[in-house]
């Protein structure tokens, strides 16, 4: 069975640092877009695109608010994929999930909504 599982978060001063990880297992992964999102606590929060990376790595994309802080990058050997989190705020808090989509086109979907493998996600918390 398909299974994406996130780690790497936990607790961290603004201006800090953390390295997420999404480890992939009953299948490869290599062949599948894959993307970080993000789900704010609180009610009414939706989960939010965070970053994305194409099937051949070649293309890359940010949601605005984490440019230049954040860097998406993916491992097919270990079929693995990253999200380095630098200078982080206190608004970056929430849970981060990875997720991936079968590549069909060139096509990555930046929108929770074309997601069809998800992991459970990993908290991260940044204090102020």
């Known amino acids: 069975q398909a299974q994406l599982v996130e780690s790497g978060g936990g607790l961290v001063q603004a201006g800090g640092s953390l390295r997420l990880s999404c480890a992939a297992s009953?299948?490869?992964?290599?062949?599948?877009?894959m993307g970080w999102f993000r789900q704010a606590p609180g009610p009414g929060k939706e989960r939010e695109f965070v970053?994305?990376?194409?099937?051949?790595?070649?293309?890359?994309y940010y949601t605005d608010s984490v440019k230049g802080r954040f860097t998406i990058s993916r491992d097919k050997a270990k079929n693995a994929m990253y999200l380095q989190m630098n200078s982080l705020k206190p608004e970056d808090t929430a849970v981060y999930y990875c997720?991936?989509?079968?590549?069909?086109?060139?096509?990555?979907?930046?929108?929770?909504?074309?997601?069809?493998?998800w992991g459970k996600g990993t908290l991260v918390s940044v204090s102020s």
């Open positions: 997720g991936g989509t079968i590549a069909y086109s060139d096509y990555v979907p930046l929108s929770s909504d074309g997601i069809e493998t």
């Open positions: 009953g299948r490869t992964f290599n062949n599948y877009h």
């Open positions: 970053a994305a990376i194409s099937s051949s790595g070649g293309s890359i």
